[in-house]
């Protein structure tokens, strides 16, 4: 009786094997995808802050600035069809960038939209 219960469990293992498999792969190919939206926006983060530290500490003007970072963008990143935006609130404290474009996705049709906005106060002398 053992030898029949053990020849039946041996298909059980491979049967398991294959109807599993297919989930694994779609959580590694989400888990990448999630990899890559997240790499795209840290990258937008990062070129966001730094052209507005560039601008409110550098005294950089906004028109170079967004023409360097959109450069940058363009050429060190998959971030596609890049858009910056800088503007100063209308008391001069703060300085704010917002980077818009699309995250790159694995498969057609997977890639979405990305807004960062980062905002940095002007350092100046003020009496």
Do not use: C, K, Y
């Not at 600035?65 to 998959?78: F, G, H, I, S």
């Not at 790159?104 to 100046?124: K, W």
């Amino acid at each position: 009786m053992s030898d029949s219960v053990t020849n039946r469990d041996v298909g059980s293992t491979s049967l398991t094997t294959v109807l599993l498999t297919p989930v694994f792969i779609v959580i590694a190919f989400a888990a990448f995808q999630a990899a890559m939206w997240s790499h795209a926006r840290t990258e937008a983060r990062f070129i966001a802050r730094d052209t507005a530290a560039q601008v409110a500490r550098g005294g950089v003007p906004t028109d170079a600035a967004e023409a360097a970072a959109e450069q940058v963008l363009r050429a060190d990143t998959d971030i596609g069809a890049p858009d910056i935006r800088i503007e100063t609130d209308p008391g001069g404290t703060f300085v704010t960038v917002t980077v818009t474009g699309r995250a790159p996705g694995i498969i057609r049709g997977t890639s979405t939209d990305l807004t960062v906005v980062e905002a940095v106060p002007i350092e100046a002398f003020r009496p």
